[in-house]
Nanobody, 121 residues
Framework: QLTLVESGGGLVQAGGSLRLSCAASERTFSSYPMGWFHQAPGKEREFVAAITRSGDATYYAESVKGRFTISRDNAKNTVSLQMNSLKPEDTAVYYC??????????????WGQGTQVTVSS
């Protein structure tokens, strides 16, 4: 199975930046659309951003639009999330995921273990 490992989380002040990375275990990484999600304590896991197989299109939750950028490097089997202008409400565990389905509706079938992002006010 596809294994995903996130890194890059940490503690940052409001207005600061972090860059998260997700490393995949398979050479077939480029065949999967990829996404980032986050989950705050006591809340449901929420969609943050997604990127197509080739990286030619990206999608963002309204709450992060203009602040976060998702990208991928298929040669290195990685997907990244650049987070700028961070807000305390961005505090959450961030997960990367792979769309392992075959249809137009995403099937987030593979998940990383998560990395903690904490934004102080």
């Amino acid at each position: 199975q596809l294994t995903l490992v996130e890194s890059g989380g940490g503690l940052v002040q409001a207005g600061g930046s972090l860059r998260l990375s997700c490393a995949a275990s398979e050479r077939t990484f480029s065949s999967y659309p990829m996404g980032w999600f986050h989950q705050a304590p006591g809340k449901e896991r929420e969609f943050v951003a997604a990127i197509t197989r080739s990286g030619d299109a990206t999608y963002y939750a309204e709450s992060v639009k203009g602040r976060f950028t998702i990208s991928r490097d298929n040669a290195k089997n990685t997907v990244s999330l650049q987070m700028n202008s961070l807000k305390p409400e961005d505090t959450a565990v961030y997960y990367c995921a792979a769309d392992t389905g075959w249809g137009t509706t995403p099937l987030w079938g593979s998940w990383g273990q998560g990395t903690q992002v904490t934004v102080s006010s």
